[in-house]
Structures are given as C-alpha cells and as structure tokens.
C-alpha cells in the first residue's frame, strides 16, 4: 500500500518559519514527481511546488516563490519543504504529492491536482497572531 505521510505542521507567527516533511513508503517516487499542494478553509486546492524526477523544482510565484525551498530525498524517498516569512494568508492544510509522470520543471500540468495520482492525508499549518 502506497503512502505518503506529512509531519512538521502546527502553530507559527507571522514572519516566523516552518518546515513540513512526507516520507513515502510502499513504493518509490524516485522516476516521477513529488510536489505540495495546499488547502485553505472555503478555497480550492493549490500548487504550492514541486521536484521533478530529474531534481528540477518549480514553485507558485504568487504564493512560494522566493519564500518556500523544496528539498528531495531520492535514496528515501522523503520531500521537504522549508517555509520562511510566513503569512497569514499561508494558512491552510498542505498536502503531499506523489505522481510516476516524467515533467520537466517548465511543464505546466503538475500545477493541476487531478494530474497527481497519490496524495497524503495533509498537514495544517496555522499563521497566527
């Protein structure tokens, strides 16, 4: 049974930073993709970034682009993405994403959510004062 499992959200201020991780196991995502999306309360799901099969990464550039940095495990598997100067508006439930697509990062398609065909059950993060 394939899973990808989110740990790191929780509470965090303004301008404060936090990092998430999701660990995959049943299988490897070491030919596909591994990205995030995000959720927040009333909106609809949101890329947020990903790292291709080849190490190339891309980002939204409203919401994570010089802000968020992904980093790949291949050997383990494992995403993480490291998040500064967090917002307000950056509440929401993050979630992990595996795909066996070959995307370069100048491809558009991972930006859509029903193009990843393995999704973690998410982790909130909360920006609070």
């Known amino acids: 049974q394939v899973q990808l499992v989110e740990s790191g959200g929780g509470v965090v201020q303004p301008g404060g930073s936090l990092s998430l991780n999701c660990a995959a196991s049943?299988?490897?995502?070491?030919?596909?993709?591994m990205g995030w999306f995000r959720q927040a309360p009333g909106k609809a799901r949101e890329f947020v970034g990903v790292?291709?099969?080849?190490?190339?990464?891309?980002y939204d550039d409203k919401s994570a682009r010089g802000r968020f940095i992904l980093t790949r495990d291949l050997q383990k598997s494992t995403l993480n993405l490291q998040m500064r100067r967090l917002e307000i508006e950056d509440t929401a439930v993050y979630y992990c994403?595996?795909?066996?697509?070959?995307?370069?990062?100048?491809?558009?398609?991972?930006?859509?959510?029903?193009?990843?065909?393995?999704w973690g059950q998410g982790a909130q993060v909360t920006v609070s004062s």
């Open positions: 049943g299988r490897s995502f070491s030919g596909g993709a």
């Open positions: 790292v291709t099969w080849s190490g190339g990464t891309a």
């Open positions: 994403v595996g795909s066996d697509a070959r995307w370069r990062s100048f491809d558009v398609n991972y930006r859509e959510a029903s193009n990843w065909d393995y």
